[in-house]
């Protein structure tokens, strides 16, 4: 991919990663302060985890004119391209100097940045925001990052911008790396959640890719102490996990989301000994990890489910209203969600692994169809394994992350998809190494799993847990 370059001219093999940072700033004095020092924005930077450097171009337009004229250019423009535009323009105003906020003290994104966020939308190209505004510097809908104008030294501001280009960094396909680099001796194995501390990992993957780096989770659950990224759907789900042989720690993870019957009234009329094992125990853990991280993670996780609501999916106003076949396969389905790949780990071939494992289970489970919901940058990845767009409204508004999405099926009911789901659950039962240094390891939980009759409602989180 050409903005993943590899420099020759002077024998260095360093990868760069390019992006093009776009300055529209309307305030005087920000402006010029901003603009007599460029040059520093331009400096390179390493990209966390990637053996790559950022490669960074900064330009000032004057107008809203300029801008729109530079997107235009850059949107026709055949070769993939990472644009950052940072803007005191983004965020909506009713006097000078006074931003509109919400009851919850949350601003609101103007009309130029859904305008932008939709020329990007079916592109290549991948464009990220970041709000220049006053006040608190904290989380606007559809802005990557926000800065508060007070006080701001052109330093924190190119902080944020490379921020930004880490989250975008983190949408475009990774480096492609192979089996060889990886540490030496180290491998990497794929398995059906084993424990409460290896799911415990995989919801910090969770917070520290989907909230610390891409920013798609509200404020309070990114800056809440217990670190993690945990939701109502997480004690249906069979959770796996991607862990590193030597030491133990999850770099990757992805979750399977199952409908079944509501734990309160299952534990209440013991209707629970039909559930797959991984479910009940992977319920469990789940419920003590809230318990203990605290209030927030425990109203997420005791959240009651809406009629639609038994997949994330079916929380995309859009898809509830256009999708009548998913809502009817809800019974019998089940989504792919939340496959996340610590940036160090990227591009080995983890997720991969991770989404066989998910058809497989799929298949086991005898499951007729499994939906995803994925930004745009992703239909490609999925469709190699055979899923397909949802008809309808291409894109849809996810409800728990701030993104759009497109919806996708795989029909596990076809027979050419089934073989292929049989086969990879023939490579995970005989626990066959999938190529280079990964492999599969137990696809059921393991060992005793000590499993309560009934769960408490935990109001004392544990401060030492985490
Ligand atoms: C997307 C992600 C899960 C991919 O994981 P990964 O282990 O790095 O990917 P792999 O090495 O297994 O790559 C598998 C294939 O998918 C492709 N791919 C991966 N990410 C891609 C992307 N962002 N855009 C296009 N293709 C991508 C790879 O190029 C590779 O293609 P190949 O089979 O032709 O070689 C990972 O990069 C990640 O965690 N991203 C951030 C979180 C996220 O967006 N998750 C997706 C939720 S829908």
Redesign the pocket.
């Known amino acids: 991919m050409s903005v993943l370059r590899v420099e020759n001219g002077t024998g260095s093999q360093e990868a760069s990663f390019r992006v093009s940072a776009l300055f529209f700033v309307q305030d005087k004095g920000l402006h010029d302060r901003i603009r007599q020092d460029l040059k520093a924005f331009e400096r390179s930077a390493p990209v966390e985890g990637h053996n790559e450097t950022f490669r960074i171009a900064a330009k000032f337009l004057e107008t809203e004119n300029d801008l729109r004229g530079e997107l235009k250019l850059l949107l026709v423009r055949n070769v993939p391209t990472t644009i950052i535009l940072i803007s005191d323009r983004l965020i909506v105003r009713d006097l000078p100097g006074h931003v509109v906020r919400d009851t919850r003290g949350r601003a609101c994104p103007g009309p130029i940045v859904d305008d932008v966020r939709r020329q990007f939308l079916i592109s290549p190209h991948l464009v990220g925001m970041v709000g220049l505004h006053e006040g608190p510097a904290k989380h606007v809908r559809d802005i990557d990052r926000t800065a508060s104008v007070d006080g701001l030294t052109n330093g924190a501001l190119r902080d944020s911008i490379l921020n930004v280009a880490l989250s975008l960094r983190?949408?475009?396909?990774?480096p492609p790396r192979n089996g060889e680099q990886m540490p030496a001796g180290e491998a990497i194995r794929i398995e059906t959640v084993q424990s409460e501390t290896q799911l415990r990992q995989c919801f910090a993957i969770r917070h520290a890719?989907?909230g610390q780096i891409?920013r798609y989770l509200p404020d309070e659950i990114i800056e809440h102490r217990a670190r993690i990224e945990i939701d109502r759907f997480d004690t249906r789900s069979i959770h796996f996990a991607a862990v590193r042989d030597r030491t133990e720690d999850v770099v990757?993870t992805m979750r399977l989301v199952l409908n079944h019957p509501n734990p309160r009234s299952r534990s209440a009329n013991g209707s629970g000994a039909f559930l797959p094992f991984p479910l009940r125990a992977h319920e469990w853990w789940c419920q003590m990890i809230a318990r203990r991280a605290g209030p927030p993670f425990i109203s997420k996780v005791m959240a009651p489910l809406s009629e639609f609501g038994v997949f994330p999916i079916l929380l995309s106003t859009d898809f509830r209203r256009n999708q009548k076949q998913v809502i009817d396969e809800a019974l019998y389905g089940c989504e792919l969600s939340r496959?996340?790949?610590l940036p160090a780990?990227?591009?080995?071939?983890?997720?991969?692994v991770l989404i066989k494992a998910a058809i497989a289970k799929a298949f086991q489970l005898k499951r007729k169809s499994l939906l995803?919901e994925?930004?745009p940058?992703?239909v490609?990845?999925y469709a190699?394994y055979g899923f397909k767009r949802l008809d309808g409204a291409p894109h849809s508004r996810p409800s728990d992350l701030d993104q759009y999405a497109i919806g996708m099926r795989l029909s596990m009911t076809q027979n050419e998809v089934a073989g292929r789901a049989k086969q990879y659950l023939l490579q995970i039962l005989q626990q066959q190494r999938d190529f280079g240094c990964l492999r599969y390891g137990p696809f059921e939980v393991e060992g005793d799993v000590a499993l309560p009759s009934s769960v408490d409602d935990g109001s004392q989180s544990d401060a030492s847990y985490f």
């Open positions: 983190m949408k475009a396909p990774p890719v989907y891409m990757g496959l996340v790949i780990y990227r591009g080995f071939g983890i997720s991969r995803l994925c930004i940058k992703h490609e990845m190699k």
